[in-house]
């Protein structure tokens, strides 16, 4: 059973380009979240996306969008990137219910390592 | 607002020798809290958590972790810790009565064993 798979695993981009990272959800998850670890510091939550919308943001700037898929996929969007982005994406899912329950245990992939030059 | 702080950057440790992470966090309510654990490469997975009840929680990979509400702490622990315990280890709490649930998490503790 593959777990949360994410695309691309590495990539680099200049300033002011625009990035999209892909996340498919563990199989039976239906919310996936964002958040973006930057170097020698904990993930900070992006946005979550369930049902196809978004349904809480971070506090992260308009640069940063997304989209749900009805199969449950995300992307991740950042456009005019800045040298800042820098970063590991990662991508997590949670099981139906979970969420609002409050169990919330996330299972993540592997991340996307954006450097931004 | 919601916050975690993990006191220390790095804790080295022995192997076989007791193990302890140490975690606080501040949030407005009752706190759901986790421990997920980081290897190099990898995303992150997940240990324990702490929802209600019994304030000491067992978790994968014979951690453990134990909730004060009066010291608002959550500091994770293994009796005899292993080479292969070397990881990234990261502390997170959720508000309750943030619907969606979003985990807010600390700056993580790199947990060395030596041989």
């Known amino acids: 059973d593959a777990g949360v798979t994410q695309s691309p695993t590495h990539l680099i981009k200049t300033r002011g380009q625009q990035v999209t990272l892909r996340c498919s959800p563990k199989?039976?998850?239906?919310?996936v979240s964002w958040y973006q670890q930057a170097l020698g510091q904990g993930p900070q939550f992006i946005f979550q996306y369930y049902e196809e919308e978004e349904r809480q943001r971070g506090n992260f700037p308009d640069r940063f969008s997304g989209h749900q898929f009805p199969n449950y996929s995300s992307e991740l969007n950042v456009n005019a990137l800045l040298l800042g982005d820098s970063a590991l994406y990662l991508c997590a899912s949670t099981p139906p219910g979970q969420v609002l329950s409050g169990a919330n245990v996330l299972t993540f992939g592997a991340g996307s390592r954006l450097t931004v030059l | 607002a919601q916050s975690v702080a993990q006191p220390e950057d790095q804790v080295n440790v022995a192997e076989g020798n007791p193990l302890t992470v140490k975690c606080t966090y501040s949030v407005s309510g009752n706190p759901y809290l986790f421990w997920y654990v980081q290897y190099p490469n990898r995303g992150l997975q997940f240990l324990l958590k702490y929802i209600t009840g019994d304030n000491l929680v067992k978790g994968s990979y014979g951690f453990e972790a134990e909730f004060n509400k009066s010291q608002t702490s959550f500091h994770l622990k293994k009796p005899s810790a292993l080479v292969s315990d070397s990881a990234l280890y990261f502390c997170a709490v959720r508000d309750r009565t943030d619907s969606w649930g979003k985990l807010q998490f600390g700056a993580g503790t790199q947990v060395v064993v030596t041989p």
């Open positions: 199989s039976g998850h239906d919310t």
